[in-house]
């Protein structure tokens, strides 16, 4: 990797009927206006966009150079294609031929990641009919734990109210 385009995108807006502005830091190498840049996309794919405007602390210019914060105004991609994070370079004119240095090839390992348990329904927040139920659940446990405080209200006494008296001997009345 000699002296090519390195630039790392930090914020993606869209423009409608303009293209998709990436903003970031050059890394390496100016980025002219009309150059083109390409990028790994999302979808996993080799894609490649022309830069229309170039703009360096709220100014257009031409160029941006190494270790600068620009934005990029992008033609033929869309916001989607691009998320934060992603590294531009310049277009290779040829790919790259893949060298092995051993004299046989090595077994593929596939990797992957595990997948999410699947719940059946995406997970909201609450409402706020809950969150109106948790503040007034919240508010009578203050009121209760201050009444208790104060000596104006005491669970031990509403429970003996609820035993039965000595002088019914825990009998049912007869009928």
């Given amino acids: 990797m000699g002296n090519g385009i390195r630039f790392i995108a930090e914020k993606i807006y869209s423009i409608p009927g303009r293209g ?3 903003t970031g830091k050059v890394e390496r190498g100016p ?9 790994l996309a999302t979808d996993g794919r ?7 405007g170039i703009e360096v602390n709220r100014r ?3 160029e941006a150079k190494s270790g600068q914060q620009a934005s990029l105004l992008l033609e033929g991609v869309h916001k989607n294609q691009i998320t934060l994070g992603t590294v531009f370079t310049e277009v290779p004119t040829t790919p790259a031929p893949v060298t092995s240095t ?3 090839p090595a077994p593929a390992r596939v990797v992957s990641a595990p997948s999410p348990p699947s719940l059946g329904e995406a997970i909201t927040p609450p409402s706020s009919l809950w969150r109106t139920v948790l503040f007034i659940v919240i508010g009578a446990l203050i009121i209760l734990a201050l009444l208790f405080y104060q000596g104006k209200w005491d669970p031990r006494k509403m429970i003996e109210s609820i035993q039965p008296s000595k002088t019914s001997e825990g009998k ?3 009928k």
């Fill in 20 to 22: 998709v502005v990436v």
């Fill in 31 to 39: 980025i002219s206006v009309g150059s083109e840049i390409g990028f």
């Fill in 46 to 52: 080799w894609t490649s966009a022309l830069v229309v």
């Fill in 60 to 62: 257009l210019v031409e």
């Fill in 102 to 104: 051993s004299p046989e």
């Fill in 172 to 174: 049912l009345p007869k």
